[in-house]
């Protein structure tokens, strides 16, 4: 970390990092930002909207590049026309890694990887608005988001066992149980079956289903209602909420205490607090 003589952190640092995102442009993907939510779309939709492994690297740039966003306070993430994402091209990725020996293997699936892990460490609350197909890579990216927006006719695949590999892909034998349960991630992992949007919202992996020609509104409804509220502290309850997946009960409990004690810092509680004694709604501002 750059640090001036008397180990203070520049702030010319911390501000050169900080960037509205609404002025990119993205080449692998759809990306726009409005009133505060920035909307990822895979936009692919005559092949089911698979990825490469050029927007593989590019979602995880644009991901990492939202830890320092100012004008971003929610995420969604979607797919063109009626499926949310296949995963993996077959033929634009899957032929050519039959090619390559181990180390370039594994400097892909850490690639692939790395996405995941940018996607938990942007602050940001992500919302997967899924619905048709969601397989392979694309089931890991409904994982990864924070919260899920599915449809009935949905079919979430984790198939990798389906094409010889393992069921432990992209973090997905540590997250998967967390979200529907050890027996039921097993289940899922071992056979590579596909889990019905009823299912799916049954077990927990969807948060709310709803009608195909409302999942992308309401998916963007649920993001810009977060985006309304303390986005400060929705980044830290997110933080915490990944980081206390290693911590014991004691160091969670402390852990959470010094971040509350940070949130009471912010003007956003002295904007609760000030509109409870008038009796009105606090205007949060994420500061």
């Avoid at 911390?14 to 409005?34: C, E, P, S």
């Avoid at 996607?119 to 990864?144: E, F, K, L, N, T």
């Avoid at 014991?248 to 971040?259: H, N, R, W, Y």
Wanted: hydrophobic share 45%; with cysteine; net charge neutral.
């Amino acid at each position: 970390m750059n640090t001036t003589a008397d180990n203070r952190v520049d702030p010319g640092l911390v501000a050169g990092n900080r960037k509205a995102l609404a002025g990119y442009r993205a080449t692998h993907f759809q990306w726009q930002v409005q009133a505060g939510v920035g909307r990822i779309t895979l936009n692919r939709p005559e092949r089911k909207n698979p990825l490469t492994f050029e927007s593989y690297a590019e979602l995880r740039d644009l991901f990492r590049a939202l830890r320092y966003a100012t004008d971003v306070h929610a995420v969604v993430v979607a797919g063109a026309g009626d499926n949310f994402c296949s995963g993996g091209d077959v033929h634009e990725i899957i032929g050519p890694l039959i090619k390559l020996k181990a180390p370039e293997l594994l400097m892909f699936t850490r690639m692939t990887g790395d996405l995941v892990v940018a996607m938990r460490h942007c602050p940001q609350p992500i919302v997967a608005a899924i619905d048709g197909v969601c397989a392979g890579a694309g089931a890991i990216v409904a994982m990864a988001s924070d919260l899920r927006v599915g449809t009935a006719r949905a079919k979430v695949a984790f198939l990798f066992n389906r094409v010889g590999l393992a069921g432990c892909d992209m973090g997905a034998c540590a997250m998967l149980p967390r979200i529907v349960g050890q027996g039921r991630a097993s289940e899922l992992l071992y056979t590579g079956r596909a889990l019905p949007g009823e299912e799916a919202y049954q077990w927990g992996f969807f948060n709310r289903l709803v009608a195909p020609d409302a999942v992308q509104a309401e998916a963007e409804r649920w993001a810009t209602e977060l985006t309304q509220g303390p986005t400060f502290a929705n980044g830290i309850t997110k933080t915490m909420l990944h980081q206390e997946w290693d911590m014991g009960i004691d160091q969670a409990i402390e852990s959470e205490a010094q971040a509350q004690a940070i949130c009471m810092l912010t003007e956003d509680f002295n904007r609760a607090y000030q509109a409870f004694v008038a009796k009105g709604k606090p205007v949060f501002q994420g500061n």
